[in-house]
């Protein structure tokens, strides 16, 4: 059973950057696809930024792009999502997604796929 521990929520400053982690744990999976997506009150989820785990393909959404960047520790089966100069608009639950098969990700943010899911971890940006 995978599980994806996720940190690094919380209340944030407008222009803010703080950095979210989430680890794979409890699974013998060594690559996959990995990502964060997020979901604002009353907005639909959509897909933030992935990247293939061990590898060095990333892909990061058009709302967020030139803000946010994705990076890993494979070693560690961990990814982080950097996110700078944030706006009131991020304010959403940012969940930890993985996948052990190829990403499944195109333009529309909204429709991509993953199967594993963790907690979320809240960002409040004021």
């Known amino acids: 059973h995978v599980q994806l521990v996720e940190s690094g929520g919380g209340s944030v400053q407008a222009g803010g950057s703080p950095r979210l982690s989430c680890q794979v744990s409890?699974?013998?999976?060594?690559?996959?696809?990995m990502g964060w997506f997020r979901q604002a009150p009353g907005k639909e989820r959509e897909g933030v930024a992935a990247t293939w785990l061990g590898g060095t393909t990333a892909h990061v959404a058009d709302s967020v792009k030139g803000r946010f960047t994705i990076s890993q520790d494979s070693a560690k089966k961990t990814v982080y999502l950097q996110m700078n100069n944030l706006k009131p608009e991020d304010t959403a639950m940012y969940y930890c997604?993985?996948?052990?098969?190829?990403?499944?990700?195109?333009?529309?943010?909204?429709?991509?796929?993953?199967?594993?899911w963790g907690q979320g971890t809240q960002v409040t940006v004021s």
């Open positions: 997604v993985f996948d052990s098969g190829p990403c499944k990700i195109g333009n529309d943010a909204t429709r991509w796929e993953f199967t594993h």
């Open positions: 409890r699974s013998t999976y060594s690559v996959g696809c």
